[in-house]
């Protein structure tokens, strides 16, 4: 069925707030002018006054409005909503008291310019948090200046460029090698390849662990700057060598840098300083509290040894007696890598987390995750391919193999789970799963919610062989169905003119 472009309809198609537009429509109503205009160029120059009608401004009333952009915002899919079980991102809902404490007045109105003597608070709690988190890794050294994964990533192998140029000086230049295990967040080589290194690949086994004999054969040919991990990986499977991986890139002087994108899988069970990683970042906007995947600010602090924190980013938060100061002096320093202190809302929200939960409660949130995605493996594996045997972590991972025989593949899964009411699971990463399907159904579901995810999984399962079309023509019950995705990208129309209104009538 087609649905026709109506104006009007709360549950079908919407026109754009322009193709509303009624002239004379307005959405208010002003008394007569009752004083004299004369004078006027001597309050606004007539060069600063606009003489046009406005065109193009749409043409509506208060109600058209309201009703235009109510109707559209219930249109998306949100951590409100339901489940959303995007792999790779930790879309957990978070409450509502950590945005409470964001709002606090005293940090939303404090300049970032104020001096030290009344940034007291916020100072404090940056420390603070640095604290909380140094205690999570095992890493003492932190700072919260990054404003992403990557940003973090970037700060992290920049200390470790730094700290083997320390090292080894002019031989230095000689070991540029950065190792990333070929199921790496795509991130990963790409910051290492903009701090300088040569990025090799070390193979995955078929368990989705780092082969560790690749691994000696590539320290062997020498020039080793170190190792980029992601554990647990992007598969979901916890490194267990991970104690011989750092010994070994550490025998080589080499550094070992953590992604600790995945931390929600660790915080309060595992610390990554405790395992021998050198540098690890975090996802504030993951792990703890804000939700990633909104296009939003970030917080990626960057966390190393008591060794390598000389080579933190400036100024630092230090604390002396009772007083919390910025530190500038560190002629070590890679530098400034944001302006100001890095997202602080974003740090407030992290300090109310963990405050919120505490020591027992973090660490019943990484367990209850794990458990949630092993509940998905163990529920779902009789229906999809799970490539890699060892029990998850925080996401598990399933590929198209056996639904592709019958001509449905990832795609045509993720949409029709829409049709089923579900956000889509992350698809086609990591690259090393053919038709891969990352999910990841955070801490935040219950057993109920997981259980309708998993029926609705097992119909589309038993759809794709027995009515294959259904899949493929998934989803049917949205106002749009498959949506030329590479042309919007490459191609996307953000403007709208007159004339388009009237092509599209044209066109019906
Ligand atoms: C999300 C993620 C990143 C990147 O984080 P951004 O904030 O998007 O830059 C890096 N590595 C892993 C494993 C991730 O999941």
Known sequence: MTIKKVTSHPSQNEALIFERSQEGRVGYRLPELDVDETGIDEIIPAELRRDDDLDGVPEVSEVDVVRHFTRMSTWNYSIDLGMYPLGSCTMKYNSRLNEKVARIAGFTNLHPLAPEGESQGALRLIYELQEDLAEITGLPGVSLQPAAGAHGEMTGVMIIRDALDEKFGEESKNRRVMLVPDSAHGTNPASASMAGFTVKTIRSTDEGLTDMEHLRELCDQGGIAGLMLTNPSTVGVFERNIKEICDTIHEVGGLVYMDGANMNALVGVARPGDMGVDVIHLNLHKTFSTPHGGGGPGCGPCCCTEELSKFLPKPAIVKDGERYRLDHDRPNSIGRVKAFFGNFGMMIRALAYIRTHGDTGLREATEAAVLNARYLAAKLEEDFERPFAPDPMHEVIFSH????????????????????????????????????????????????????????????AKEAQEDPDLVIGAPHTTRIGRLDEATAARKPVLKWTPDMGKQAEAAG
């Open 401 to 460: 193999k056996r639904q592709s025989r019958k001509g449905v593949h990832t795609l045509d899964i993720a949409k029709r789970l829409i049709d089923y009411g579900f956000h889509p699971m992350t698809i086609y990463f990591p690259l090393i799963v053919d038709g891969a399907m990352l999910i990841e159904p955070t801490e935040s579901v219950g057993r109920a919610e997981l259980d309708d995810f998993v029926d609705a999984m097992k119909s589309i």
